[in-house]
């Protein structure tokens, strides 16, 4: 594509799809040309007259430069369908933007990608089995892929980090630090980039979390993925458009099985009812594809570290929350010893409150 920069000012204009803006591409090989397209040239390849006009009237505001040095300020990078930075996989799905802006690595290097997406309320159930899932990849053959939401998402970039496994976010608004979203992962993505990961945006900056952004951005997630397993889904959950967006472009589509009473369990179970592979270890996801799994640890304090009281509460707690009465009969220790016991261990990274005054081993 010649004079690429312009594509900036092109995706500016947020009224052209990305299938529009592509077969411009296709036909005229550069993107000023393109840019400087006149309403009735415009109109010649399917673009509305009104739109035509309105783009026309908007162009006039634009400054390339301008759009050049904001990505420059940001450490934001580009690339288009044509450059070979896109991602392959991404490239061969029948959506793809012409445009992605980018932070970190944009190449997979020919890495398995498995997306992992579910509810940004999740569970202790579900942000446990992800993470079990995670640790299972093998780090030199993998890519985990997800939204950078809170939630699951999250889970799974973190436990991703932690074992070494690179990790790739989708977000759906400018990669810019004031639009940024959710601005509570702005640390986990900085660990992510760091790691080798990349965060990819088809906004540019400027662009806000509008909702409209986000079935958009799950398209991207599914097209950069070999598979899709969904962790937790209520009937409505995007996480169900992903799973749709996977299999339109003949992606398999895996479910975490879950708990009926829950009411993140209708998604997955629902997908599981049609015909999605159901998950329940990491081999699920690998031998079907000629991987096999690999144990890692997340590492936690080792128990030598651990106090008399604290060793006593640790052995009462599992991975399935354990409300602080039960923890007090099982410890034998007065409830103000284990409320402040239990304070020093959550600060220590050994377990986590899951709310209710219930507790899990991490």
Known sequence: MINKQYLLGLVQFSKFTPKQLLALANTYNDARKIFNLCAEE???????????????????????????????????????IFDKEYPELLKQTADPPVLLFYQGNPQSDGRFGIAFVGSRKNTPYGSRAVQLLVQGLPPEQCLVISGLALGIDACAHQSAVRCGIPTVGVIGSGLDKRCFYPAANKKLKESMLAAGGAVFSEYPPGIPPLKINFPARNRIIAGLARLVAVIEAGKRSGSLITARFALEIGRDVYALPHNIFSPLAAGCNELIKRGAFPVTCPDDLLLPYGLSAEQHTIKSAPAKTLSDDEKKIMSGLSHEPRHINDLVRRAELDTSKIISTLTIMEMKGLIKNVGNMEYIKI
Do not use: M, P, V
Request: aromatic residues 8%; glycine residues 2%; proline residues 0%.
């Open 42 to 80: 415009l109109s010649a390849h399917g673009i509305q007259k009104r739109l035509a006009l309105e783009y026309i009237q908007f162009r006039k505001t634009l400054s390339i430069q301008a759009l050049t040095d904001c990505l420059a300020d940001e450490n934001i990078d580009f690339c288009t």
